[in-house]
């Protein structure tokens, strides 16, 4: 499973460790290359700019992880969807924004 996000979300080991108990290992872009998506993530997608050049940035990242065996990727990080299209990338998206909201949704019908 690939993760991108923040260079925190894809250092620290919360997302990796929730996934290891699941028996999934995880796939990041390589170390040298995560400030990077860091620079998108806070110089630009939270300023509102939404660049087509930070856009293919996004995309390598997601053939690095395919390329190293993920078969999907989680989108960890609220502003990634900015510039994450399906339809320009191999990988499956799991877009954790969506999946909060739609278990949001289903807890609060339920109550």
């Known amino acids: 499973m690939g993760l991108v996000g ?15 108990q699941a028996g999934i290992e995880t796939l990041t872009p390589e170390p040298a290359i995560q400030p990077k998506l860091k620079e998108i993530i806070f110089g630009e997608l939270c300023r509102g700019e939404i660049r087509a050049e930070s856009r293919r940035v ?6 690095d992880v395919e390329s190293r065996g993920a078969g999907r990727v989680v989108l960890g990080c609220t502003e990634i969807p900015l510039i ?4 320009n990338c191999r990988l499956p998206f799991l877009d954790t924004t969506a999946l909060h909201r739609q278990r949001a949704l289903e807890m609060a019908l339920s109550a």
């Open 6 to 20: 923040t260079v925190f979300t894809m250092r620290e080991s919360f997302f990796r460790n929730g996934l290891k």
């Open 58 to 63: 996004f995309e390598r990242m997601i053939d």
């Open 84 to 87: 994450a299209r399906q339809e």
